[in-house]
């Protein structure tokens, strides 16, 4: 099931729906779906309708999701789509570009972020990162007996479709594609055995980095605005529940930058895997809705001999396997 918390277009006060998607081009209001059951005479357990409180409220919800979905897959014709309609009128579906899809988990509670953690951008790193700033790291040595990272800013996180907007304080403006790990169950020192018992799903993660900030920040040992400034998180384009995903360890991953490939790595290079990133990170007590991130392969452009930073009109397609596409257009900061 790919779930989705989506704001619709019209009207002067945007109204947002917990939903899931139908086909490639329809998305199913599941509060309304299964709002219609009761009146075919089918039993309806009630789910919440905002994500973080659906995650956790566990198996229960999804598993009342997955009997909305289907009784609205029996009701839904694709190609009227707006006729199909639940008790108090609301429409039980839309057609994609009727909505706006928000980020995959729209606040998490924290974003845990995996650094430097596919051998590929280790080495990319080790070699080619060339600011005076970063020099100051022994990068080639950058492995240590877990994993590390830092927080983000969860008012950093958008969705697809949706425009990140250049900083007024940085000039070199980089991506990172990631693999997102939602946690879905309440956890505190979970073993790699129970880790992903934890997991809820997965999505798909742009790091997008001010480069120059980043490196001040590393001199001084910290992390902070280079990474979470506002839009720095696209974060989508939804949530696949685990069941549809498999093995976390065997995803294709690739980035593309105004159509030209740029990443193109799979998760079987992570050097911690999803079941180690979720135990270590469980010394921080983990909670439903929020996000463990991958770290990203070599492919950045901070790794290229000649770095041309992103700039406005810039359209860049973030991929994982069975996850989908993540679009994110690079807009300059209007003026105040």
């Not at 199913?28 to 009146?39: K, N, P």
């Given at each position: 099931?790919?779930?989705?918390?989506?704001?619709?277009?019209?009207?002067?006060?945007?109204?947002?729906?917990?939903?899931?998607?139908?086909?490639?081009?329809?998305?199913?209001?599941?509060?309304?779906?299964?709002?219609?059951?009761?009146?075919?005479?089918?039993?309806?357990?009630?789910?919440?309708?905002?994500?973080?409180?659906?995650?956790?409220?566990?198996?229960?919800?999804?598993?009342?999701?997955?009997?909305?979905?289907?009784?609205?897959?029996?009701?839904?014709?694709?190609?009227?789509?707006?006729?199909?309609?639940?008790?108090?009128?609301?429409?039980?579906?839309?057609?994609?570009?009727?909505?706006?899809?928000?980020?995959a988990v729209?606040?998490?509670?924290?974003?845990?972020?995996?650094?430097?953690?596919?051998?590929?951008?280790?080495?990319?790193?080790?070699?080619?990162?060339?600011?005076?700033?970063?020099?100051?790291?022994?990068?080639?040595?950058?492995?240590?007996?877990?994993?590390?990272?830092?927080?983000?800013?969860?008012?950093?996180?958008?969705?697809?479709?949706?425009?990140?907007?250049?900083?007024?304080?940085?000039?070199?403006?980089?991506?990172?594609?990631?693999l997102g790990?939602?946690?879905?169950?309440?956890?505190?020192?979970?073993?790699?055995?129970?880790?992903?018992?934890?997991?809820?799903?997965?999505?798909v993660f742009?790091?997008?980095?001010?480069?120059?900030?980043?490196?001040?920040?590393?001199?001084?040992?910290?992390?902070?605005?280079?990474?979470?400034?506002?839009?720095?998180?696209?974060?989508?384009?939804?949530?696949?529940?685990?069941?549809?995903?498999?093995?976390?360890?065997?995803?294709?991953?690739?980035?593309?930058?105004?159509?030209?490939?740029?990443?193109?790595?799979?998760?079987?290079?992570?050097?911690?895997?999803?079941?180690?990133?979720?135990?270590?990170?469980?010394?921080?007590?983990?909670?439903?809705?929020?996000?463990?991130?991958?770290?990203?392969?070599?492919?950045?452009?901070?790794?290229?001999?000649?770095?041309?930073?992103?700039?406005?009109?810039?359209?860049?397609?973030?991929?994982?396997?069975?996850?989908?596409?993540?679009?994110?257009?690079?807009?300059?900061?209007?003026?105040?």
């Amino acid at each position: 099931m790919k779930l989705v918390t989506c704001e619709l277009r019209e009207g002067s006060s945007p109204k947002r729906f917990l939903g899931a998607l139908l086909t490639d081009d329809v998305l199913v209001d599941l509060g309304a779906a299964q709002s219609t059951m009761a009146t075919s005479g089918k039993t309806a357990v009630p789910f919440p309708g905002e994500m973080l409180a659906f995650l956790a409220a566990g198996e229960a919800a999804l598993t009342a999701a997955r009997a909305a979905l289907d009784h609205a897959r029996s009701v839904v014709d694709g190609s009227a789509v707006e006729k199909a309609r639940a008790p108090d009128g609301r429409r039980l579906a839309w057609r994609r570009q009727e909505v706006r899809l928000l980020g995959a988990v729209p606040r998490p509670g924290k974003i845990l972020h995996t650094s430097v953690n596919f051998r590929s951008h280790k080495e990319e790193v080790a070699k080619s990162f060339r600011a005076p700033e970063w020099q100051a790291h022994n990068w080639g040595s950058f492995h240590y007996e877990h994993p590390t990272g830092f927080l983000q800013a969860p008012s950093s996180v958008i969705g697809t479709d949706a425009e990140v907007v250049i900083p007024r304080f940085t000039k070199q403006l980089d991506y990172e594609l990631e693999l997102g790990v939602v946690i879905g169950k309440r956890g505190k020192y979970v073993s790699k055995e129970e880790a992903l018992d934890h997991v809820a799903g997965y999505c798909v993660f742009n790091d997008i980095s001010a480069r120059d900030i980043q490196a001040r920040e590393h001199a001084n040992k910290v992390i902070l605005l280079g990474k979470s400034f506002d839009t720095s998180c696209p974060l989508g384009p939804w949530l696949t529940t685990k069941d549809e995903v498999g093995d976390p360890q065997n995803l294709k991953m690739q980035l593309r930058l105004n159509g030209e490939l740029r990443q193109d790595a799979n998760t079987s290079d992570m050097i911690y895997g999803v079941r180690e990133l979720v135990s270590w990170w469980s010394n921080i007590t983990l909670e439903p809705g929020d996000v463990i991130t991958s770290g990203a392969p070599a492919g950045v452009i901070a790794g290229s001999e000649t770095p041309v930073w992103l700039k406005p009109g810039d359209r860049i397609e973030a991929s994982v396997e069975k996850l989908g596409t993540l679009v994110s257009t690079i807009a300059a900061e209007p003026a105040s």
